[in-house]
């Protein structure tokens, strides 16, 4: 897992920030049973984040420097 | 939204309104329950998005960067093409404004060069290797910063020219503007040796290869550096720069009230107007993502906004490589002069290659003193005018 920042060069225009990002972070853990997969924002997304999918196919942006998220991580790494 | 405000917002108002609407009938509701579906139609379906979205914007800059980077390397490159050919004709009787405007034309040929690459990077990806990569990213922070340089450059030798009148062409002496120019040319150098060093290729999803900066663990702060130089040197200086050479330039033309002194202070005007309202609004959009970054602004409409109007208005600024020469040929007399020099040699082979004898001759393009005296009231000659 990275914090690193990273910007396209050139104009800002082409330097957009990825399509996916997180605006806010979930403020409360999100139980294993809810969660089918996640994924990691871009390096290119101001914030850092991972992106947590329910089970009814809702997204949910979480802190993955948070220790719950890190332990559903480590969960859904091992179920999948 | 903290904690207690969602749940708020879930108590009061989704959980009567949608559960009437949408919710199962009472029969099925146990068997919900049991497979954990309410709990999750309560939490997530009505809790506030947390993903940003912006797929249309991208969308939006696949289609709209190409078209407007096209256009402007098409004028660019046709209109400073030109007129480096008009200068490097009239190498001859070559002044300090000639020289700055020469380095303008070609800062501006080097910057027109780099838009075909970031139009097809913004209409599919980076497609042209990590040497090109680092090289396109330097001769595009050089140009842009070069040419914004030569521009100020300019108003200073305007501001020699007419404020320091007497003495200017003895103690402004060309081999002190090449010093000049060499010394922009090296600060425009040093502003992008960042991009030189920092410039990578990276690939992301789904193969698309990307030409970024990577700045490793410091991202946050070179990014937030890098913007807060463009502002500053890149905008604000050259802006108060161009206002005060040209205020001073106001003043003396004021006093003085030489022949032609409103054209003359239009055209000033039209020069600094010009500059702030192409690069204005760009370097307006870039304080504000800015804020973002620094987490004042956090809407993700607000920040949905900043990314169109960022696309727009730097597309926009773009559009001075093109203008800034054709500018210029509205205030320097001279170079009109060789515009016209060269416009009549064109004509006369033409006219020669069609077997027209004419009786136009090649001296007839020379007689300066006869054309300056008769030609349209401009900045310089009311000033030599008013100096007899």
Redesign the interface.
């Known amino acids: 897992m990275s914090?690193?920042?990273?910007?396209?060069?050139?104009?800002?225009?082409?330097n957009?920030?990825?399509?996916?990002?997180?605006?806010?972070?979930?403020?409360?853990p999100?139980p294993l049973?809810?969660l089918t997969n996640f994924h990691f924002t871009?390096k290119t997304c101001?914030r850092q984040g991972v992106?947590l999918t329910?089970?009814?196919g809702?997204?949910?942006?979480a802190d993955p420097q948070k220790l719950w998220v890190k332990n559903v991580l480590k969960h859904l790494l091992e179920k999948n | 939204?903290?904690?207690s405000d969602?749940v708020k917002f879930i108590g009061k108002v989704c959980l009567p309104s949608n559960m009437a609407a949408t919710f199962p009938p009472a029969s099925s509701a146990p068997t919900s329950l049991e497979n954990?579906?309410l709990?999750?139609?309560y939490?997530?379906?009505n809790?506030?998005?947390?993903?940003?979205?912006?797929?249309a914007?991208?969308s939006f800059?696949q289609v709209f960067?190409p078209i407007f980077y096209s256009l402007v390397f098409v004028l660019g490159l046709g209109g400073n093409l030109f007129f480096l050919i008009v200068l490097l004709y009239s190498a001859r009787s070559r002044r300090v404004t000639e020289i700055y405007l020469l380095n303008l034309v070609v800062s501006n040929l080097l910057f027109t060069i780099?838009l075909p690459?970031?139009g097809v990077?913004?209409a599919w990806h980076w497609g042209f290797g990590e040497v090109l990569?680092k090289i396109?990213?330097t001769l595009?922070t050089t140009s842009l910063y070069g040419s914004i340089f030569f521009l100020g450059c300019m108003s200073l030798d305007k501001y020699l020219d007419v404020v320091h009148a007497q003495t200017h062409h003895r103690q402004w002496t060309s081999a002190k503007s090449r010093l000049l120019t060499g010394g922009v040319w090296t600060v425009a150098l040093v502003l992008s040796i960042p991009?030189l060093v920092f410039?990578r290729l990276?690939e992301?999803?789904s193969g698309r290869q990307?030409?970024?900066?990577?700045?490793?663990?410091n991202?946050?702060v070179w990014?937030l550096v890098l913007r807060f130089q463009q502002s500053a040197l890149g905008f604000i200086l050259p802006l108060f720069t161009m206002a005060f050479f040209y205020t001073r330039i106001v003043c003396v033309l004021t006093v003085l009230r030489p022949r032609g002194r409103s054209r003359a202070l239009w055209r000033a005007a039209l020069l600094v107007v010009t500059f702030f309202a192409l690069w204005g609004p760009y370097n307006i959009t870039?304080f504000l993502?800015s804020l973002?970054?620094l987490q004042v602004l956090?809407?993700?409409e607000v920040?949905k906004h900043l990314?169109y109007a960022?696309?727009v208005t730097?597309?926009i600024a773009?559009l001075h490589s093109c203008l800034s020469p054709f500018l210029y040929l509205f205030v320097h007399h001279r170079l009109k002069k060789h515009l016209k020099k060269v416009l009549e040699v064109i004509f006369k082979r033409c006219r020669e290659s069609a077997a027209h004898p004419s009786q136009a001759s090649y001296s007839n393009s020379y007689s300066t003193d006869q054309e300056e005296m008769t030609s349209t009231g401009n900045l310089e000659q009311s000033l030599q005018d008013h100096r007899i």
């Open positions: 914090s690193l920042i990273i910007f396209l060069a050139g104009p800002y225009g082409v957009m920030e990825n399509s996916i990002c997180c605006k806010d972070f979930v403020r409360f999100v049973k809810f871009s101001r992106i329910t089970v009814k809702r997204e949910i942006c | 939204m903290p904690f969602t954990t579906s709990y999750d139609y939490y997530f379906e809790f506030p998005d947390t993903v940003c979205r912006k797929e914007i991208l800059g960067l780099t690459f970031w990077s913004a990569c396109i990213c595009y991009d410039a990276q992301g999803p990307n030409c970024h900066l990577d700045f490793g663990e991202g946050p990014k870039l993502h973002q970054d956090e809407s993700c920040s990314d960022l696309q730097e597309s773009f």
